[in-house]
T-cell receptor, first 113, second 113 residues
Framework: GENVEQHPSTLSVQEGDSAVIKCTYS??????FPWYKQELGKGPQLIID?????GEKKDQRIAVTLNKTAKHFSLHITETQPEDSAVYFC????????????FGPGTSLSVIP | EPEVTQTPSHQVTQMGQEVILRCVPI?????FYWYRQILGQKVEFLVS????????KSEIFDDQFSVERPDGSNFTLKIRSTKLEDSAMYFC???????????FGPGTRLTVL
C-alpha cells in the first residue's frame, strides 16, 4: 500500500518569510495529493490539492508542486502570517483508489511574529 | 458554509463497553469516511462508505468496528468492545460524488479507561 513521508517534522519561520514542506510517496499509481491544515482542537481542513496531471497549482499565498517521476510533492507558503501556525499534513490517494487517502506524519509550523 | 458535524465532542468509556460516534455529513455529499488520530500521531484512514455499503477499509477496521447510515442524515461508527488502544480522536469526513475532496468534522475525542 501507499506510504507517505513528510519533512520537516517541525518548522519555525519569521513572519513574512516563506515556508516549504516536502513529501514523498511510494505508489506510482497515486493520482491525488491533498494538503490539510489542522489547528489545535480542530479537524483537518483541506487547503489545496493537486492531481497527477498537473505539475503546479497556486492559490494566493499557497502553492503546491508535484514531481511524478521522483514521487515527491511540496507545499510552499509565502509571506507567512501568525495565523498560518498549525500542523500541516500532506496526503496521497492509495494508488488509484478513488476515496482512500493516506496521510503523512505532519509538520508543525510556527510563524514567529 | 456547510460543514460536517460530530457528536459527542468527548466520550469517556470503560474498556469493553460499546460506543457509537455520530456524524452528520454535508447534505449533498454521497461519500463518507471515518479516520482516527492517536494523540500526536498521523491521521489514519479507517473506512469509506458509499451507496449504503463499505467501499474501502483499512486493516485497523476489524470486526470490532462497524458503520451505518441509519437515516438520511446521520453516519455512525460503532466500536463493539472498546480497548485502551482505541483511545484517539475520531474524525468523520464527507465528499461529493465525482471528487476526492474530503471535508472533515471537528472530531470526537474517545477516552477508554
Amino acid at each position: 500500500g501507499e506510504n507517505v513521508e513528510q519533512h520537516p517534522s517541525t518548522l519555525s519561520v519569521q513572519e513574512g518569510d516563506s515556508a516549504v514542506i516536502k513529501c514523498t510517496y511510494s505508489d506510482s499509481a497515486s493520482n491525488y495529493f491533498p494538503w490539510y491544515k489542522q489547528e489545535l482542537g480542530k479537524g483537518p481542513q483541506l487547503i489545496i490539492d493537486i492531481r497527477s496531471n498537473v505539475g503546479e497549482k497556486k492559490d494566493q499565498r499557497i502553492a503546491v508542486t508535484l514531481n511524478k517521476t521522483a514521487k515527491h510533492f511540496s507545499l510552499h507558503i509565502t509571506e507567512t502570517q501568525p495565523e498560518d501556525s498549525a500542523v500541516y499534513f500532506c496526503a496521497a490517494s492509495d494508488g488509484a483508489s478513488y476515496d482512500k487517502v493516506i496521510f503523512g506524519p505532519g509538520t508543525s509550523l510556527s510563524v514567529i511574529p | 458554509e456547510p460543514e460536517v458535524t460530530q457528536t459527542p465532542s468527548h466520550q469517556v468509556t470503560q474498556m469493553g463497553q460499546e460506543v457509537i460516534l455520530r456524524c452528520v455529513p454535508i447534505s449533498n455529499h454521497l461519500y463518507f469516511y471515518w479516520y482516527r488520530q492517536i494523540l500526536g500521531q498521523k491521521v489514519e484512514f479507517l473506512v469509506s462508505f458509499y451507496n449504503n455499503e463499505i467501499s474501502e477499509k483499512s486493516e485497523i477496521f476489524d470486526d470490532q468496528f462497524s458503520v451505518e447510515r441509519p437515516d438520511g442524515s446521520n453516519f455512525t461508527l460503532k466500536i463493539r468492545s472498546t480497548k485502551l488502544e482505541d483511545s484517539a480522536m475520531y474524525f468523520c469526513a464527507s465528499s461529493e460524488a465525482g471528487t476526492n475532496e474530503q471535508f472533515f468534522g471537528p472530531g470526537t475525542r474517545l477516552t477508554v479507561l
